[in-house]
């Protein structure tokens, strides 16, 4: 049974960076056949994927372009867990944030353990 | 274009059968995935690569695809079914996109 248990503050303050972490249980952050990932949710935005990593013979990052020139997702072998930095924060960027598994096979990948959320809110 | 779009509401009188539907060009080389999300809780995936559905998901849930178009359906809907229901596939780049979602009402 894969868990996936995330940690980190709940408020940060505007132009600062937002840090969470995910550990993981059950499975590792070198798969070969998972994706990490980071999802944030709002009520004016609904669910937004921010960006992934994975492990292929080498690591692999992808992010949303929204998003794309203030974000780092780092994986973390030797505590098998998986971290989010955002740059830059605006109130804009309060959300639940979620860490998830994305699993599959070409055509029909789905996003199978979600963290339990984190709320983080921007504000001073 | 890069985008999935779901009704914002859907209303279901209980026992009875519900679809709720998911458009976006994304769909027509990728399966949808489904999950399920009640308040104050992480989304639960309910059904994925189409119409597959996980160990524990009642066999009432199922999914289909015509096209652009992914539906899930609810047949013989309960009131704990009563949650907010959001649709997810890659797109063209490799990236995720999600729907706006669903907001199921059981009456």
């Known amino acids: 049974q894969v868990q996936l248990q995330q940690s980190g503050p709940g408020l940060v303050k505007p132009s600062q960076t937002l840090s969470l972490t995910c550990a993981i249980s059950g499975d590792s952050v070198s798969s070969n056949s998972a994706n990490w990932n980071w999802i944030r949710q709002s009520p004016s935005r609904g669910l937004e994927w921010l960006g992934r990593?994975?492990?292929?013979?080498?690591?692999?990052?992808d992010y949303a372009e929204p998003v794309k020139s203030r974000i780092t997702i780092t994986p973390d072998t030797s505590k098998n867990q998986l971290s989010l930095q955002l740059n830059s924060v605006t109130p804009e960027d309060t959300a639940v944030y979620y860490c998830a598994r994305l699993i599959g096979s070409p055509g029909k990948y789905y996003f199978d353990y979600w963290g339990q959320g984190t709320l983080v809110t921007v504000s001073s | 274009s890069s985008e999935l779009t779901q009704d914002p509401a859907v209303s279901v009188a209980l026992g009875q059968t519900v679809r709720i539907t998911c458009q976006g060009d994304?769909?027509?080389?990728?399966?949808a995935s489904w999950y399920q999300q009640k308040p104050g809780q992480a989304p639960l995936l309910v059904i994925y690569?189409?119409?597959n559905r996980p160990s524990g998901i009642p066999d009432r849930f199922s999914g289909s695809r015509s096209g652009t178009t992914a539906s899930l359906t609810i047949t013989g809907a309960q009131a704990e079914d009563e949650a907010d229901y959001c649709c997810g596939s890659r797109d063209s780049s490799g990236l995720w996109l999600f729907g706006g979602g669903t907001k199921l009402t059981v009456l």
């Open positions: 994304s769909l027509r080389s990728f399966y």
């Open positions: 990593t994975y492990y292929r013979s080498k690591w692999y990052k």
């Open positions: 690569g189409g119409n």
